[in-house]
């Protein structure tokens, strides 16, 4: 059931791995880090949270999986129609560093992937 108010999701956190060899997601693996949603609100949802930060460091990093970073949902106008609604969370961060790096499917919400040498 709604409450009155709702804060709002938290934020998706970090996640770093690095080693000096090689860094493999397989193609079932998931790296995730994603915002949390906003509940349901009976006046005004909350913002969903901001989709975390992933960082991959090794000589190789090879994504055959997915790495996803994406904001939360945002609560909406709540139960009594109120406009007074939070929106999504923003986009996370990405950041592949290797000396040979394959980036494979990665869904930030808007947010960026960099690649380093």
Known sequence: APSGNNGGGGGGGAVLVSSSGTITVGGTG???SNGGAAGPAEWAGG???SGGSVYLAGAVV???GT???VGGAGGGAGACGWSAAGGNGGGGRVVLRGGKVT???VATGGGTVTVLP
């Open 30 to 32: 998931v790296v995730r």
């Open 67 to 69: 790495i996803a970073v």
């Open 62 to 64: 090879a994504n055959g």
């Open 47 to 49: 913002g969903g949270g």
């Open 103 to 105: 980036q494979g499917t």
